[in-house]
T-cell receptor, first 115, second 111 residues
Framework: DTGVSQNPRHKITKRGQNVTFRCDPI?????LYWYRQTLGQGPEFLTY????????KSRLLSDRFSAERPKGSFSTLEIQRTEQGDSAMYLC?????????????FGPGTRLTVT | GQQVMQIPQYQHVQEGEDFTTYCNSS?????IQWYKQRPGGHPVFLIQ?????EVKKQKRLTFQFGEAKKNSSLHITATQTTDVGTYFC???????????FGQGTTLQVKP
């Protein structure tokens, strides 16, 4: 399968615990995005990487959230001291190219439940 | 920043009926993309519109971008059960490419 993959697919954690999610984009894609989606809403932008550089981070993202893309390939999203409000589907998407590129390919998501 | 509103939020149609969802912005958009998300699935790209007044067709789907580039619509002719899902419009940021999704229109099709 050459699409975007995400692991784990589901994560249940207790409030206060740290969690880390992984995204493997399509191999030649240099742009990587993280979004969060809650029930009945559209995906909400969290952060964006071009190669290994994190170029934008949503103001909605608290300091408990951090993302990395160390070699410009896979990316991780860590949430520290999870809260019940963090429960959501976390989606990763990738795309290729410069300004003219536009289609984003989404992964299946990681569903986080904080109890 | 850019925000878009979609109406209606939900639509139930009988199979074979037409369906339209509207996407409205208070600001001029440089482009608009449309995505479809099946129940339990992830968003899948449908199309991007860039030009004022642009109309694009994909089989039974017709996409329009308003003359003022502040609204867009998706029209499905003769819906089928395979059209079930949530349709999102999303302007794309010109520098980063990030998408700003509307809240979506969920389509249910009764066979």
């Amino acid at each position: 399968d050459t699409g975007v993959s995400q692991n784990p697919r589901h994560k249940i954690t207790k409030r206060g615990q740290n969690v880390t999610f992984r995204c493997d984009p399509i191999s030649e894609h240099n742009r990587l995005y993280w979004y969060r989606q809650t029930l009945g809403q559209g995906p909400e932008f969290l952060t964006y990487f071009q190669n290994e550089a994190q170029l934008e981070k949503s103001r909605l993202l608290s300091d408990r959230f951090s993302a990395e893309r160390p070699k410009g390939s896979f990316s991780t999203l860590e949430i520290q001291r999870t809260e019940q409000g963090d429960s959501a589907m976390y989606l990763c998407a990738s795309s290729f190219g410069q300004v003219s590129s536009y289609e984003q390919y989404f992964g299946p998501g990681t569903r986080l439940t904080v109890t | 920043g850019q925000q878009v509103m979609q109406i209606p939020q939900y639509q139930h149609v009988q199979e074979g009926e037409d369906f339209t969802t509207y996407c409205n912005s208070s600001t001029t958009l440089s482009n608009i993309q449309w995505y479809k998300q099946r129940p339990g699935g992830h968003p899948v790209f449908l199309i991007q519109l860039v030009k004022s007044g642009e109309v694009k067709k994909q089989k039974r789907l017709t996409f329009q971008f308003g003359e003022a580039k502040k609204n867009s619509s998706l029209h499905i002719t003769a819906t089928q059960t395979t059209d079930v899902g949530t349709y999102f419009c999303a302007p794309r940021g010109s520098n980063t490419g990030k998408l700003i999704f509307g809240q979506g229109t969920t389509l249910q099709v009764k066979p």
